[in-house]
């Protein structure tokens, strides 16, 4: 049983996955750290498996799990969760836009009380940095107001990339998931919350990686869209089965 299991949800990601893979590796070696890697190949169409089937020749650690068809990143990491072993259990962006040092913040939030530890970038502690453009920052402000609203309170940014499940939250969490889009991390957090489960907020370096998948405006109206079925899903009594 590995002490970390590390999903990281890609689709078209050849290019920038080698990269941060390699840093994950490094780290995780130098802190002689027992892991497990799964790399969720989300219906891609570039060589993004092969690019991962290549480290898998040497290094036992790293998984592929593959989808005929990409269904989306909440798809992804829920497929990847469900299959992972780890005591600890981090969904990572294939970006590296949160480099996997700020991994050691986030396990100091688990090791003080919380049974998740969500990376974010609107919190600051005068260690950290952020850099992000302005349209980013802009939406990204607006939507994290009406996911408030409508959702989730006490959060400050809902869509880091970069969270930190104990192995009995993630069993918990992840089978009651629906939402396959990114509006998936919203859906995650109101059902920690619904569950009582302890989640701490903590700030994270972060730098805006070129590459992105997420379309702002197209991509932030689904996500607001996915609030309300997040809601309808709550009254319906999706959220209230019991593991």
């Known amino acids: 049983m590995p002490s970390l299991s590390i999903i990281i949800p890609a689709y078209n990601e050849e290019d920038r996955l080698p990269r941060y893979l390699g840093s994950i590796v490094k780290y995780l070696t130098e802190k002689n750290t027992s892991y497990e890697l799964i790399i969720v190949d989300d219906g891609s169409t570039d060589s993004t498996a092969t690019v991962v089937e290549k480290i898998m020749e040497t290094n036992p650690h790293v998984k592929i799990i593959r989808t005929s068809q990409n269904h989306g990143k909440g798809f992804a ?3 990847g969760m469900l299959n992972a072993c780890g005591k600890l259990r981090l969904f990572a962006d294939a970006d590296g836009a ?10 100091q939030g688990i090791e003080s009380g919380a049974d998740i530890a ?7 502690d ?35 990339g970069f969270k930190l499940f104990t192995e ?14 990114f509006g998936f991390d919203v859906e995650i957090l109101f059902i920690c919350k619904k569950k009582g489960y302890r989640v701490k907020e903590i700030p994270v ?7 992105s998948k997420v379309k702002l405006f197209r991509d932030s109206w689904k996500m607001f869209i996915d609030v309300i079925a997040i809601r309808l899903n709550d009254l319906r009594g999706v959220y209230s089965n019991r593991i």
């Open 77 to 79: 990491v829920k497929a």
């Open 98 to 107: 949160t480099p996997i040092k700020e991994l050691e913040r986030l396990r």
């Open 118 to 124: 969500i990376a974010s970038r609107a919190l600051h």
């Open 126 to 160: 005068g260690s950290t940095t952020v850099t992000a453009r302005l349209h980013r920052k802009i939406i990204g402000t607006i939507f994290n107001l009406v996911v408030g609203l409508l959702a989730v309170q006490d959060v400050n940014d809902t869509q880091c």
């Open 168 to 181: 009995a939250s993630a069993n918990a969490i992840f089978p009651l998931q629906r939402i396959s889009g």
């Open 205 to 211: 370096n972060w730098i805006d990686i070129k590459g």
